[in-house]
């Protein structure tokens, strides 16, 4: 089987992209699971601070671990969005597969050298674990529905020579620039800087680049992210939506029903078509 720093670099090398979806509970796993297995793409699936605290640490590890092992298939575990050096070590100490190191709000030097200690300490622990450092900064929130149109301020975009300087210094596997993508979705699709990811490419060799925000970004430009260079996008808003939605249609229907497991079978099958789809647009079938 590949391990997870494989897959990211096969993905890099090749110009295709590991899908990053997260999951809130095991039903939203388990669509993820089989959409995978569908499709024989590799699997990052991904937990938030408040996602893992919610499902449990641990519980969260040998879930993935317990599909992992039962399909034979490279699906890993990413600790999404820590936002501090405790925060992280926990989820190493647990046996997340990779690390979302995000001090991409801190100053660029404070940044550098939390995310520094966090790739030693995992290095230390487990040299396959895979650890991702943030820089520049989205300016919205995760899986929220903005009504409004967002500006992407030129200033919160990530800058080529500091992009280097932290690659560099603190030995991260995967680098999330920002790069006009946003959290979340808002009333207009905001553009994505091509000539960005282009140099930031060009300076960088094999590092994998990671796309957060991708619910918000248009199937074209998506298309064209990938083909540019970013090896990993983050899909979180359009899966919960798919979920929600569905799971309010559910409840409205079926007023008598009280049996969880038929309440929750059709959420599973709208999950797993959003992910089917973003495994098409990432070009991850048969990527095993
Ligand atoms: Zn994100």
């Known amino acids: 089987m590949l391990s997870l720093k494989e897959v990211l670099t096969n993905a890099t090398r090749e110009r295709w ?20 297995v569908e499709a024989r793409s590799p699997l990052l699936v991904g937990t938030s601070e408040s996602e893992r605290d919610f499902i449990g640490i641990e ?22 969005h ?49 650890v991702e450092g943030e820089i520049g900064y989205l300016v919205t929130d995760s899986s929220t529905i903005y009504k409004d149109v967002i500006d992407v301020p030129k200033e919160s975009l990530a800058k080529p020579d500091e992009a280097k300087r932290f690659v560099d210094e603190t030995g991260v596997n995967r680098l999330a620039p920002a790069v006009g993508s946003i959290h979340g979705i808002a009333a207009n699709k905001p553009h994505l ?8 490419r060009g300076l960088l060799g094999d590092t994998a ?10 199937q074209d430009e998506m298309k064209k992210a990938v083909q540019s260079g970013i090896s990993n996008v983050h899909i979180s808003t359009d899966l919960r939506v798919a979920f929600v939605d569905k799971l309010r249609e559910e409840l409205e229907k079926h007023k008598d029903e009280y049996r969880v497991y038929k309440l929750l079978k059709p959420e599973i099958e709208e999950v797993k078509k959003v992910a089917l789809y973003n495994i098409e647009l990432f070009g991850s079938r048969n990527k095993l």
């Open 209 to 218: 680049f990671v796309l957060h925000g991708g619910s918000g970004v248009t």
């Open 59 to 80: 519980q969260c590890v040998a879930l993935v671990k317990s599909y992992r092992d039962e399909h034979d298939m490279p699906i890993y575990l990413n600790a999404d």
């Open 193 to 200: 800087d091509f000539e960005l990811i282009s140099t930031l």
């Open 82 to 130: 820590t936002y501090s050096v405790e925060k992280a070590k926990e989820a190493i100490d647990a046996g997340y597969d990779s690390i979302h190191i995000d001090l991409s709000k801190e100053s660029f030097e404070d940044n550098l050298r939390g995310t520094k200690e966090v790739v030693e300490y995992a290095k230390n622990k487990n040299p396959e674990i895979s």
């Open 17 to 36: 992209a590991v899908p990053h979806f997260n999951f809130a509970n095991s039903s939203m796993l388990e669509a993820l699971v089989e959409a995978a």
